[in-house]
């Protein structure tokens, strides 16, 4: 009988397998039947003759058309992954990760295998991959390695119109290269009416329009200036979602808080609304989102309930979620912002523009009638907002891009071929930024130490630690400080219940005022001690997710130490060393205490202060070093590290003089005394 058994469990799971399969194929299929319904389908054959009679093609088409998730197969299709892989290039990377999953299900392969993506940090492709899809950034860092792109037949530049820094750049790269690799095919493609623009600069390059559907939306502005965004977003959704018919609602809010904040309210607040109303499942998704969640905004919503969807501006042409009837906009988004005569950079909730506005509303009609609710009046709609975003190459720092540039041995970057030319202040603050960190010489040639930074894909600075942890012997504390930093702020967690016991567990890692970097490297060796114990994270109120992330992204960065040739040398007991590393990167982001407890900033002098989440933030020390510039309320230092002003001298003193960090204190004093020893 046992025999019999074992031939009844095999049966049974020759069955399962089988229905499974039948089941797997009939997706498949259901998938393919969905292929053909999107706008782009009709115009597949004609597409694919353009491609094939001219080189560089300009494509336009309304965001959900199929241009990102289809072109690339069409052109799999049509035999072009024979002679090299496809490329496809997103400016986010949640995009990447999102469009390379649905990409390989509707091919019925693993992610990873025939499709992959690449983004910072983690690349998920193999051998096998022939369909890329990847971000700008990292496309640009591959022709480092790879300076013509010789394993690509077909590089797509996705998502043209955000002119983001690489995008811009890459621009100029692949221009260069089609020149002389007449098969490389390349396609630049658009959700705007920008491509005349993108023509000009391809030599007229030929502009293939996909005509989108589009359904009415009704507009709504505001009657007067909404005080609290937020909360107006809020109240919003939720009167829709109590009083209008069916279908889905986005709401545009600026970054992962914001975005948890609002989570939080709307689960708070729905609750009471009794169990008459329907349910309400609430979406996050923003770049920093867990994968395992970010397949959630796409599952269709169930009967009778409605889906709300709290995204960031990767919502407006990345990302298009099919359902959506409703779309709140309360007008802006976070955006960096630079000033090129400082040098200093931020990050900004600021408006957005009139093209991003008509972008959000037609989120809302694109399988139905849909409506927009402005939380804007119509009067600064017409009269206050831009028509379009600035593009980012005109208004950030450009010191990374200036490295990668000059490691690919471009070294005329003021005749370089740009769609638009930064200004010209912004290139030369790169040019001297490098310079003061060691990466450029006087003539602007790459020095060894820019070689090896350049091998970093992280920003400058932060590459100039990495290599001067080499010096103070401490690689093994910079490398995981340098990946807790990569996480952003979602180490730590704050449940409304249990702020104090969370805010107590916080300030454990900053006994003795350490500063907030090292409090960082605590948390993570403290973790690390545990054996990376998830309950120890639940103890103290920290993101599990966010540490696994900082884990892998320090596992990558121990790797191109070893391929920078700097050993992996631990140096914990001397925190001094450490700080000192972490000033050699960031020197320039110097700051000293002034009296009424604000700080001014030392080279370009500009008010500061300490941001609230600091372990510093109650004890004002006289000089700090700070990590990022975040501006709010106030322009905020985030991640803020005590250093003794002799330090700058010390270790930039071609950026820093004596003059510069003398304290008042000191100046009282008779010359030549409570100076820092000249050795
Ligand atoms: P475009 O690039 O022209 O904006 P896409 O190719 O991104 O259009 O989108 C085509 C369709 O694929 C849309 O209907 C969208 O909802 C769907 N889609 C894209 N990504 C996913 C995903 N990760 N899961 C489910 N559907 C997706
Ligand atoms: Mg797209």
Known sequence: SLLRLQLWKFVDEHQIESLEKSKAKSALEKLQEERKTLPIYPYRDQLLQAVNDYQVLVIVGETGSGKTTQIPQYLHEAGYTKRGKVGCTQPRRVAAMSIAARVSQELGVKLGHEVGYSIRFEDCTSDKTILKYMTDGMLLREFLGEPDLAGYSVIMVDEAHERTLSTDVLFGLVKDIARFRPELKLLISSATLDAEKFSDYFDSAPIFKIPGRRYPVEINFTKAPEADYLDAAIVTALQIHVTKPPGDILVFLTGQEEIEAAEEIMKH???????????????????????????????????????????????????????????????????????????????????????????????????????CFRLYTAYSYYNEMEDNT????????????????????????????????????????????????????????????????????????????MVASEKHKCSDEIISIAAMLSIGNSIFYRPKDKQVHADNARMNFHTGNVGDHIALLKVYNSWRETNYSTQWCYENYIQVRSMKRARDIRDQLEGLLERVEIELTSNLNDLDA??????????????????????????????????????????????????????????????????????????????????????????????????????
């Open 269 to 371: 607040r729905t609750r009471g609304l009794g169990t008459k109303i329907a349910e309400l499942i609430i979406c996050p998704i923003y770049a920093n989102l867990p994968t395992e969640l970010q397949a959630k905004i796409f599952e269709p919503t169930p009967i009778g309930a409605r889906k709300v969807v709290l995204a960031t501006n990767i919502a407006e042409t990345s990302l298009t979620i099919d359902g959506i009837k409703y779309v709140i906009d309360p007008g802006f988004s976070k955006i960096k912002s630079y000033n090129p005569r400082t040098g200093m950079e931020s990050l900004q909730v600021s408006p957005i523009s009139k093209a991003s506005a008509n972008q959000r509303a037609g989120r809302s009609g694109r399988t139905g009638p849909g409506m």
């Open 578 to 679: 450490i700080k000192k590393t972490i000033i050699s990167g960031f020197f320039p982001h110097s700051a000293k205490l002034q009296k009424n407890g604000s700080y001014r900033t030392i080279k370009h002098p500009q008010t500061v202060h300490i941001h609230p989440s600091s372990g510093l933030a109650q004890v004002l020390p006289r000089w700090a070093v700070y990590h990022e510039l975040v501006c709010t309320s106030k322009e905020y230092m985030r991640q803020v590290t005590e250093l003794k002003p002799e330090w700058l001298v010390e270790i930039a003193p071609h950026f820093y003089q004596l003059k510069d960090v003398e304290d008042l204190s000191q100046k009282k004093m008779p010359r030549g005394q409570g100076r820092p020893a000249e050795n």
């Open 390 to 465: 600035v593009p980012e190459i005109q208004r950030t720092n450009l010191a990374n891009v200036v490295l990668t540039l000059k490691s690919l041995g471009i070294h005329d970057l003021v005749n370089f071929d740009f769609m638009d030319q930064p200004p010209s202040e912004a290139l030369l603050k790169a040019l001297e930024l490098l310079y003061a960190l060691g990466a450029l010489n006087k003539l602007g040639e790459l020095t060894k130490m820019g070689r090896r930074m350049a091998e970093f894909p992280l920003d400058p600075m932060l590459s100039k630690m």
